[in-house]
């Protein structure tokens, strides 16, 4: 859990068995990047991924972006030797693939320490059985060292027997179950993937979504999504400037004694001002990491 501010808008999958692809990423305007063993790497290639995506990290060149490595399974050949190399290589965050109790995260953890992972380096859970909808709050509430939830829209659907939708209704319990859970536990959480790379405005329209739902940022397949979630998850310039009033006009009113404030017809609450706070926070955050 974690009070600190930081840029989640745009975190894109990198395939850890492509050196091409690893050294790209240094270049790309991401606010994360996840170096994928899982997934994106084929069964014969996962020992060879592993060694790239440690000394990808330990050599650095990554700027600010958060670097985050997704483990294999812990119950998998390659998991062990995966959180090994990865506590040694030192990224800000491990990624742990298909979750569904806290006692599996208190087992990284415990892998973490063993293997003497850096105190920076954090866990990230991947939110994507039905076990783990269900079973969200207490892996939420596992250890102080987990700071961000990572839906797997996909794996989901399918465990499901659902469909992707363009309004995603099949998924809008789940999705609502793991944001309370990371609310409450104030960690991050970000949505599922787009998979349709020629579809710019469903995709477009799937991130505005995942910014209503209340989600800190989008997890990204493909470089040319990063325009658009960077966009929507950022503060545009016109909610700035509105927050900042709010900040402004809510401190005069509390000097004169009142609680609250009317500004521009509205009635400014404590609650608004905490918004505004925030979003002046993630602006300045997403200045530096961009700077």
């Known amino acids: 859990m974690s009070d600190q501010i930081r840029p989640r ?10 050196p091409r692809a690893l050294e790209k990423a240094r270049t ?57 190399a990865a506590c040694t290589a030192g990224p800000d965050a491990i990624l742990l693939p298909k979750v569904e109790s806290a006692q599996m995260v208190r087992q990284a953890e415990e892998m ?29 509430a ?20 659902a469909h992707h939708t363009e309004m995603r209704l099949p998924v809008v319990t789940s999705l609502g179950l793991c944001l309370l859970a990371a609310r409450a536990e ?28 209340g989600f800190d940022g989008k997890t990204l397949i493909h470089p040319k999504q990063l325009a658009g979630a960077n966009e929507v998850f ?5 909610e700035l400037d509105f927050s900042r009033r709010i900040i402004e006009a809510f401190g005069e009113a509390e000097a004169a004694g009142q609680g609250v404030v009317l500004l521009d017809g509205k009635l400014i609450e404590n609650l608004h001002v905490e918004n505004a706070r925030r979003l002046v926070t993630l602006a300045d955050a997403i200045t530096k990491l961009e700077g």
């Open 9 to 18: 808008r745009s975190v894109l999958y990198m395939p850890g068995s492509n």
């Open 186 to 213: 104030n960690i991050d959480i970000l949505d599922g993937v787009y998979l349709d790379l020629n579809d710019e405005a469903g995709y477009r329209a799937s991130c505005q979504q995942g910014l209503e739902f």
């Open 28 to 84: 790309l305007a991401a606010d994360g990047l996840i170096l994928d063993l899982e997934d994106a790497v084929a069964v014969a290639a996962k020992e060879e991924a592993r060694e790239l995506v440690a000394a990808a990290v330990k050599e650095g060149g990554y700027g600010a972006r958060e670097l985050v490595i997704r483990i294999n399974g812990l119950d998998s050949p390659w998991g062990a030797d995966d959180m090994a």
């Open 112 to 140: 973490m320490v063993k293997y003497g992972a850096p105190d920076k380096t954090k866990i990230w859970c991947m939110m994507e059985t039905p076990y783990a909808m269900l079973r969200a709050a207490e892996i939420a």
């Open 142 to 161: 596992s250890t102080d060292r987990l700071t961000c939830f990572v839906m797997g829209t996909s794996d989901l659907v399918k465990d499901l027997h």
């Open 234 to 238: 950022g503060p545009s310039a016109d």
